[in-house]
């Protein structure tokens, strides 16, 4: 385990460094998924967020070409075993998924076959966000205690990277909507200033009409060049 520890440290590290970046919560979750396939060194890796409606909310994965990935169709739902790691903060590893009966049934179109099997949940302190899906152990016949331990303690950390993660994006999001209010304000203000302008040249310009034509002419010119301004502001 000592020798395997340094690249368990490193990838930890990656997805730290990650939201230290301020990458986005996909982004984050790409790295840790990479990180988890490489760590184990499994063929395949997915890495799940429930939507809590049956879904996933993001779906990553790892090892499959995008056009692989494109013929898979939509995000899968959060059914047999891509379900059952949501249910447990427990890991799960088979020398063979298709021996699992929550597998039976599953497989879409297009999909690879994959044998042994890897499941570790994420967990929170709100419980479980998420999980690892990992198959095909390369070089071996299934993934080893060593294996799942690794992933365990990426996923303790990516606990913590996705939740500050999603800190950044929704701070960063408060900090667009407060932007787009300073500006709504400011608008406001300048339309009610041309408004109020506009109104007392429109009074003035009725005052003098019957006794100043030509100042009143000046007036108009004047309420003309504000709504002109108004209309400006507006588009």
């Known amino acids: ?3 395997q520890l340094s690249p368990a440290l490193r990838a930890v590290s990656d997805a730290v460094l990650a939201v ?13 998924v990479d990180r988890s396939r490489e760590l184990v060194d499994a063929r395949y890796a997915a890495l799940g967020i429930p939507d809590g409606d049956g ?12 056009e692989l990935v494109a013929a898979l169709g939509p995000l899968p739902r959060t059914h ?7 249910d447990t903060r427990e890991p799960f590893r088979t020398d063979d998924i298709h021996t699992d009966p929550r597998f039976r049934g599953w497989w879409p179109a297009h999909h690879p076959d994959m044998r042994s099997f890897l499941g570790v949940p994420i967990v929170a302190a709100e419980g479980v966000i998420g999980a690892f899906y990992l198959t095909d152990k390369e070089g071996a016949a299934e993934f080893g205690a060593a ?6 303690l990426l996923a303790s950390h990516a ?6 993660a999603r800190l950044f994006e929704d701070s960063r999001e ?17 339309m009610s200033q041309s408004l109020f302008s506009l109104q007392l040249s429109a009074e003035a310009a009725g005052r003098l009409l019957e006794s100043d034509p030509v100042a009143a002419a000046g007036q108009m010119a004047t309420v003309r060049g504000l709504a002109a301004e108004l209309s400006t502001e507006l588009r």
């Open 1 to 3: 385990m000592a020798e």
């Open 174 to 190: 408060l900090a667009l909507v407060d932007e787009r209010s300073r500006l709504a304000r400011e608008l406001h203000d300048a």
């Open 147 to 152: 294996d799942q331990e690794l992933i365990e």
């Open 80 to 86: 047999g075993m891509l379900g059952a790691m949501l």
């Open 159 to 164: 606990a913590i990277a996705i939740d500050q």
């Open 20 to 32: 230290a970046s301020h990458l986005s919560v996909e982004e984050v979750l790409q790295r840790l």
């Open 55 to 66: 879904g996933f909310s993001r779906f990553l994965v790892s090892g499959m070409s995008d």
